[in-house]
């Protein structure tokens, strides 16, 4: 990361610019929920760029996540908003950064508990940040949040089950499932661990095929 500028444009609206090492330059305009004052954008921009100058982008995005509970309460919102939409800017340089979410069709089959379990599920697949740190810090074994234990407000009600795949020596990414507190956890842990011994076991034919 070379540069990462934020700037406001008034009437809640944010000037986003990131340019890379690789000469990429991008600028995207987030709607926020209200105008930051003078104070606060000051604060965010020199946290920002300290978060992530000069760092790799998926080490970029982690310390962006990490930068949100450093924030007040009242103004999580606006950097939350601010930080989910850098790290999708990021992701836009490598196909390995990104977050793909699937299987949301699913919790149709909770529709009775919809308001006090399945909403918060949902809002929490919107916090791609917070999901790709969590997601990122699942490299050996198989990890296992529950609620508070995330660490992250707005995964209160739900549990994210997940781990690495890849080759023995290094873990390339990472897969999970998120969902309410009370899933069937001994199943979802044994379905993760099972498509991740799959996954890594499928890359290591492909590479020993390739070489």
Do not use: C
């Not at 604060?43 to 509970?69: F, K, N, Q, Y």
């Not at 606006?78 to 699937?102: K, P, W, Y």
């Not at 529709?111 to 999901?131: K, M, Y």
């Amino acid at each position: 990361m070379r540069h990462v500028e934020v700037v406001s444009l008034g009437a809640g609206r944010m000037l986003l610019v990131v340019i890379t090492s690789s000469g990429r330059v991008e600028q995207r305009i987030v709607e926020v929920a209200e105008e930051p004052d003078d104070q606060l954008l000051s604060d965010l921009r020199a946290r920002v760029i300290g978060a992530t100058l000069g760092r790799r982008l998926p080490e970029a995005s982690l310390t962006l996540a990490d930068m949100i509970e450093s924030f007040g309460v009242n103004d999580r919102p606006i950097v939350t908003s601010i930080v989910t939409a850098l790290t999708q800017t990021f992701s836009n340089e490598r196909s390995d950064e990104r977050l793909a979410v699937g299987g949301t069709a699913n919790l149709a089959r909770f529709g009775a508990d919809f308001d006090s379990a399945i909403r918060p599920v949902l809002e929490a697949l919107e916090e791609q940040v917070v999901l790709l740190k969590l997601l990122g810090e699942a490299t050996t074994g198989v990890s296992v949040r529950i609620g508070h234990e995330t660490g992250h407000e707005a995964l209160s009600s739900t549990a994210v089950v997940a781990t690495g795949y890849g080759s023995a020596e290094q873990a390339l990414a990472t897969l999970g499932t998120v969902g309410p507190t009370r899933i069937d956890y001994p199943s979802t842990i044994s379905a993760v661990a099972a498509v991740s011994r799959y996954i890594g076991r499928t890359l290591t034919d492909t590479w020993s095929l390739d070489h």
